[in-house]
């Protein structure tokens, strides 16, 4: 069991001082702030819509951007479109730049309609390319989908399913714990049983199970939260088994007594009084299972049983990836990978530090 | 005697986890609005006869109680039913759980081989290079996807040629010499195994890291040090042996860990394992199948948990039944 940490002498204010001073973390931070920030922008930033789709460039490589002409100056960045061909020899679809016809990168230009953040009517982008050319930094996906814009949606929901599941798992495990260790005797031992019993279950086959069952005509919106809940409902047990640990402990406090003395609820006495103190650990315990939720998020969209098309996440998008011919001959379809690699590295060099931070005794990093 | 009492104790306490992991798996899945024969009655080569033997061994026309005391009876008689292409359940678990074993296997094998070395290495070099470079080593092994580093293992084995692409026989596996066979087989695992061997190790490397540095704490191993014994003695004689104990415990965990990790390895390598075994059965719904390898990879994970406490118990007396 973990120890219990002193909330007075957590270097609260000072935590992202404490991050910053190291030098790793320092790196971690910054990157999930760039990473967050794109993403949170994505409308802004991506050139595309989630939903724009050229079906007449599947697979497209990642275009070119120039900024030496053919005469050898220096020029403003250019590209040129793809052209695809069918190779009759190798019986393979394939694409060549059609370098008849500079398209220049515009910068602030104006482009498709999108709501910045939901609600704000834009129609200008980061970057954007001249009246008809084709952009794809990234190349494309099998539905002539920009790789790049997706990648940028698919992180609001990969980057973001992780905390939205935390806010459910850990109320549930901390209210569970702290009712188990509250009320010990016979209820603590049942339901200490059955929480063992969860987590005696492989996890990712209960996840898979669990998302299975769900119906398949579902909207995303709602398939986004049923999806959300079910990764919630794998982490809780193991957490609230430490919680109870500790509530045995606070419980024998003079403050919990006097609570009851006043006549307080045992569902107050719990929430209010007891929960509380268990906040410390419980905030540590977030930020270091953030990461192990946007993996399991990715596993699941990977098979197929999360996030569905044509809503994007970094785990479906790696879904074409599954294919030998993709991987081998479309590099470019790997980046989400990259992506989940960057991110969950960051999440638990940071997490390492604030454990550093909390406990500077501790030697488990 | 001890030791009998203390096993017979942590079996004991098994059972009431059985019963309650079998209730929780039988009412989730029956949640699922599927008719858990759909798929069975779909399939043309299915007689009559095992329809209505299904029907009777679930007892579907009886009420939902009656229908888990069946089920949870054949199943402990290890009648399983059959899957939705008409094997029998208990023939298909039979043949793959020896295959997630040899591949679980192998990677707590390397794992330890490797990790509890690194593990010394990183505590006895504290806050040095070598002990900051492994953190971040081992940082960037605990956060690749699995799913993904087997891709890009594939893609190297494609590239190369080097390795097969799946599975864990070769075509002509059926006449080979024996020595071949074993030969063929290792040449299958060694993929999985890299997969599932980068991303269990970091978690043992650090846990023998910070055992370590516990124990050189310790009042005794600061005594071992002022009588004047060699560095060596104090580290390997007194310290290492208090540090490895815990880590047995850990031995459950891994295992834990890697019957649920290694299903997406198993998929990405088609390698044909419980875990691929069980998200095959789940996308064809095939209730029977999903079922009873959900109830088989719990069984292992809880046999797994236990054989490291008697594990434990047989290297350190003291522990006790909690």
Partial sequence: MPKLFDFNQMPKENLLRYILKDK???????????????????????????????????????SKIYIINEKGRLSLPYTYNYIRYYDKENFDTKYIEDRTKKYKVKYFAKGEKYKLFGFIPLNRHFYNVEKGGELYLLGTDINGRDNFSRLLFGGQISLTIGFLALLISFPLGMLYGGISGYFGGKTDFIMMRIAEAIMSIPSFYLLIILASILPANMTSAQRFTLIVVILALIGWAGFSRVVRGMVLSIKKKEFVISSEALGASNLRTIVYHILPQTLSY???????????????????????????????????????????INIISRPWLLTPGFLIFVAVLSFNVIGDTIRDAIDPNSKER | MNLLGYVIKRIF????????????SFFLIRLAPVDPLAELKLNPSITQETL???????????PVIVQ?????????????????????????????????????????????????????VAALNWRKPIDRILTILSSIGMAIPSFFFALLLLIFAVKTGWFPTGGLTGY????????????????????????????SLSGLQRQMRGNLLDVLQADYVKFARAKGLSENKVIYKHA?????????????????????GAALTEYVFQYPGLGRLILEAVMKSDINLVMASLMIGTIMLILGNLLSDILLKLVDPRVEVS
């Fill in chain 2, 13 to 24: 306490q098994t059972i009431p986890l059985l019963f309650i992991v079998s209730v929780i």
């Fill in chain 2, 68 to 120: 888990y005391g069946k089920w949870l009876k054949s199943f402990v008689k290890g009648d399983m039913g059959y899957c939705t292409t008409g094997e029998k359940v208990s023939d298909k678990l039979m043949e793959r759980i020896p295959n997630t074993l040899l591949l679980t296997g192998f990677v707590i094998l390397f794992t330890w081989l490797v990790g509890i070395p690194l593990g010394i």
């Fill in chain 1, 24 to 62: 790793f973390a320092k790196y971690a931070f910054i990157i999930l702030l760039i990473l967050y920030l794109t993403v949170f922008l994505a409308s802004f930033i991506s050139p595309y819509s989630k939903e724009y789709s050229n079906r007449d460039k599947a697979y497209c490589p990642p």
């Fill in chain 2, 240 to 260: 290492l042996r208090n540090a490895i104990n815990p880590m047995v415990t850990l031995l459950g965990f891994e295992f834990a860990s890697l019957l649920s």
């Fill in chain 2, 52 to 62: 209505n033997y299904e029907v009777q061994r679930l007892g579907l026309d009886k």
């Fill in chain 2, 172 to 199: 002509n596996f059926s006449e080979m010499t024996r020595f071949n066979k074993i030969l063929d087989i290792l040449h299958h695992l060694i993929l999985p195994v890299i997969v599932l061997f980068t991303i």
């Fill in chain 1, 282 to 324: 419980v905030i540590v315990a977030m930020t270091l299972s953030v990461p192990s939720y946007i993996l399991s998020e990715s596993g699941l969209s990977f098979l197929g049983l999360g996030i569905q098309q044509p809503d994007a996440s970094w785990g479906n998008m790696l879904k074409e990836a599954q294919e030998f």
